[in-house]
């Protein structure tokens, strides 16, 4: 039988969201408890170095297809997105639904035009879920008043991060009046069920919503991250916490998020640190080194109205002397943004 002749078609979920709302770690979620589905995914990220990939390549192995350095809206066209979807949908590949996790300054109305043009046969559009952070929604909602537009055409909207908040209901009861017949999920951790995923699929009226018109429009313009500045650091020198912990604590009001891994040599030999930083918010998750890793400070940073070049010369100038023994107190700045490695670098 061909690959492309089974009659089966599998849900593409849209998976949209601000920059930093967890949709990196709800994916993961979903991946570790699908119960015995087969998830595929296209991780689209902003910037050179692909954070996001990186994040879930080991639990998608040969089942993602990763598209860095832009987004995904802009990036490439309906037919293009079919090459991608040909590879996740072939039905040796086994998968029973696939989420495109777009970055956080694409548009869900692009992906969904994209999804719904797509003419290729083995796969249905399944809906878009709109990741919300809570802790951040009011600010994001007045620099970003758009987001009100993604709620209006998303069919699930799930609402991360209510444990770091004490008016959770508040922040539910707005999101909740600004959605259309949408299901409104709290969540902590991007934990949700996967059946919400699953059943999800938008009714006829959903799409009914997005006009010929916002189908076939695109306004490259127009776009988020028209307004944003992305900047990719890599480095193979070690950083020292202090000068790092100084950089963060100093990091101008623009730069909205920060994403990425930190070699801190001796300071810790074994471990590398996942930083995570939304607005104002940072913390630090210390993992083991994947066998086999080369030693690597990789770090992606956005932001609007950055001075690109300014923070890539301070972000080298926090490479460590490289002095055989670290001072013992080096990590207590670090370690004051960790909060346990239990927890999820993206929730």
């Not at 083995?122 to 994001?140: K, Q, R, S, W």
């Not at 970003?144 to 069919?155: K, M, S, V």
Request: glycine residues 10%; contains cysteine; proline residues 5%.
């Amino acid at each position: 039988m061909s690959e492309r002749s089974s009659g089966r078609q599998i849900p593409v979920v849209v998976l949209a969201g601000f920059l930093g709302s967890g949709k990196t770690t709800l994916l993961n979620h979903l991946l570790h408890r699908s119960g015995g589905s087969r998830i595929g995914a296209v991780v689209n990220d902003f910037g050179a170095i692909e954070i996001d990939a990186m994040a879930v390549a080991g639990a998608l192995g040969d089942s993602t297809v990763s598209l860095g350095n832009g987004c995904l809206c802009c990036a490439v066209d309906g037919s293009e997105l079919d090459v991608y979807l040909e590879r996740l949908a072939r039905p040796s590949a086994g998968i029973d639904v696939i989420v495109i996790e777009a970055s956080g300054l694409a548009e869900p109305q692009e992906l969904v035009r994209m999804v719904l043009a797509s003419e290729h046969p083995g796969i249905v559009y399944g809906g878009l879920v709109e990741v919300v952070d809570a802790a951040e929604f009011d600010d994001t909602r007045a620099r970003h008043p758009e987001i009100d537009r993604h709620l209006g055409l998303a069919d699930l909207v799930v609402v991360n991060k209510v444990d770091r908040i004490t008016d959770a209901s508040r922040v539910l009861t707005l999101v909740s009046s600004l959605v259309d017949r949408a299901a409104v999920v709290p969540a902590t951790h991007g934990r949700v069920d996967p059946e919400f995923l699953f059943d999800c699929r938008p009714g006829e009226e959903r799409v009914g919503q997005l006009t010929f018109d916002d189908l076939s429009h695109d306004d490259h313009a127009g776009h988020l991250h028209a307004a944003y500045d992305s900047l990719s650091f890599r480095s193979g020198r070690p950083l020292d916490p202090r000068r790092l912990i100084r950089f963060l604590d100093s990091r101008p009001e623009g730069l909205y998020r920060i994403k990425g891994y930190v070699d801190f040599g001796p300071y810790d030999a074994r471990n590398r640190y996942a930083v995570h930083a939304v607005g104002r918010f940072l913390r630090f998750y210390p993992e083991p080194w994947p066998a086999g890793a080369e030693r690597l400070t990789q770090l992606v940073l956005i932001g609007a109205g950055i001075d690109a070049a300014a923070l890539r010369e301070e972000l080298e100038a926090c490479g460590s002397d490289d002095a055989p023994h670290a001072d013992e107190h080096g990590m207590w700045g670090v370690l004051r943004y960790v909060q346990g490695a239990a927890e999820d670098p993206a929730a």
